[in-house]
Nanobody
Framework: QVQLVESGGGLVQAGGSLRLSCVVS????????VGWYRQAPGEERELVAV???????NYADSVKDRFTISRDNAKNTVYLQMNSLKPEDTAVYYC?????????????WGSGTQVTVSS
């Protein structure tokens, strides 16, 4: 089992910055990737950024050059630094972890943190 707890959301003006944190606990050794997703009202949940166990990262085109995903292994925490925020970044942001056990994959989700960007 893996538990994820997000924090750091809030209200910010366009052009501002926020840093989201995701504290990971439980069977951390089994985790293959940790990512951030977001879901705006009436929209489907979409991938924002992901960091692999080896450290490589991937980003949605809409956030490239503005958002940075990173991790602190000592703190079991994954961060999402969000700069140059736009109103269209407004959404609930969820932390996701994919764990592997044998040939099976398991998806874990946090409860989400609200990010609101005002124009």
């Amino acid at each position: 089992q893996v538990q994820l707890v997000e924090s750091g959301g809030g209200l910010v003006q366009a052009g501002g910055s926020l840093r989201l944190s995701c504290v990971v606990s439980g069977s951390i050794f089994s985790i293959n990737t940790v990512g951030w997703y977001r879901q705006a009202p009436g929209e489907e949940r979409e991938l924002v950024a992901v960091i692999m166990s080896g450290g490589s990262t991937n980003y949605a085109d809409s956030v490239k050059d503005r958002f940075t995903i990173s991790r602190d292994n000592a703190k079991n925490t994954v961060y999402l630094q969000m700069n140059s925020l736009k109103p269209e970044d407004t959404a609930v942001y969820y932390c996701n972890a994919v764990a592997v056990s044998g040939i099976r994959f398991y998806n874990y989700w946090g409860s989400g943190t609200q990010v609101t960007v005002s124009s």
